[in-house]
T-cell receptor, first 113, second 112 residues
Framework: RKEVEQDPGPFNVPEGATVAFNCTYS??????FFWYRQDCRKEPKLLMS???SGNEDGRFTAQLNRASQYISLLIRDSKLSDSATYLC??????????????FGTGTRLTIIP | EPEVTQTPSHQVTQMGQEVILRCVPI?????FYWYRQILGQKVEFLVS????????KSEIFDDQFSVERPDGSNFTLKIRSTKLEDSAMYFC??????????FGSGTRLTVV
């Protein structure tokens, strides 16, 4: 089983639509969870952290279900500028006490005018 | 906003040559990382560095790879004898506190 698994897409949705991404992770010891955004040939940029209580940042809502090892991202009223690849990322403390980010393959989103 | 700076932005090298990728982390950050992303694939962990030594490395980070912090500011990744499969984007990241990762804009390495 992949450490972090995402539907690669592509998702092509009309401007103004709501789109949802899902992600599962395999290691129950994972400590913290994020959604990153990556534009073509650019670095990953943090979109938002994900908490069990659910959290919202403007049009973006993220949710974590630790029991199911499942993370979600909802984008409402999508804009053309939301077109990007969305990376599900998990932070794990290793047996050596070091932390590192583990990335999913990403879900590609294209917003259509 | 503080940035992680990487140079060069693009490097083309012949197979078997040595390359050094450079990173200037954010000055008060303590943990440094290298990640790579082969075109069309996911971002993969290579190595973490803390207190002037490697704290963890992945299976990818074999004897051909090394990291250094030669002067207290720069953080370098060296590939001794490049292979075609080393072609990828290489991202440096630095961290201040838990979860505060800042990535550089990356170096695109092309091995021909």
């Amino acid at each position: 089983r992949k450490e972090v698994e995402q539907d690669p897409g592509p998702f092509n949705v009309p401007e103004g639509a709501t789109v949802a991404f899902n992600c599962t992770y395999s290691n129950s010891a994972s400590q913290s969870f994020f959604w990153y955004r990556q534009d073509c040939r650019k670095e990953p940029k943090l979109l938002m952290s994900v908490y069990s209580s659910g959290n919202e940042d403007g049009r973006f809502t993220a949710q974590l279900n630790r029991a199911s090892q499942y993370i979600s991202l909802l984008i409402r009223d999508s804009k053309l500028s939301d077109s990007a690849t969305y990376l599900c990322v998990v932070n794990l403390i290793s047996n050596f006490g070091n932390e590192k980010l583990t990335f999913g393959t990403g879900t590609r989103l294209t917003i259509i005018p | 906003e503080p940035e992680v700076t990487q140079t060069p932005s693009h490097q083309v090298t012949q197979m078997g040559q040595e390359v050094i990728l450079r990173c200037v982390p954010i000055s008060n950050h303590l943990y440094f990382y290298w990640y790579r992303q082969i075109l069309g694939q996911k971002v993969e962990f290579l190595v973490s560095f803390y207190n002037n030594e490697i704290s963890e490395k992945s299976e990818i980070f074999d004897d051909q790879f090394s990291v250094e912090r030669p002067d207290g500011s720069n953080f370098t990744l060296k590939i001794r004898s490049t292979k075609l499969e080393d072609s990828a984007m290489y991202f440096c990241a630095s961290v201040w506190a838990e979860n505060g990762y800042t990535f550089g804009s990356g170096t695109r390495l092309t091995v021909v």
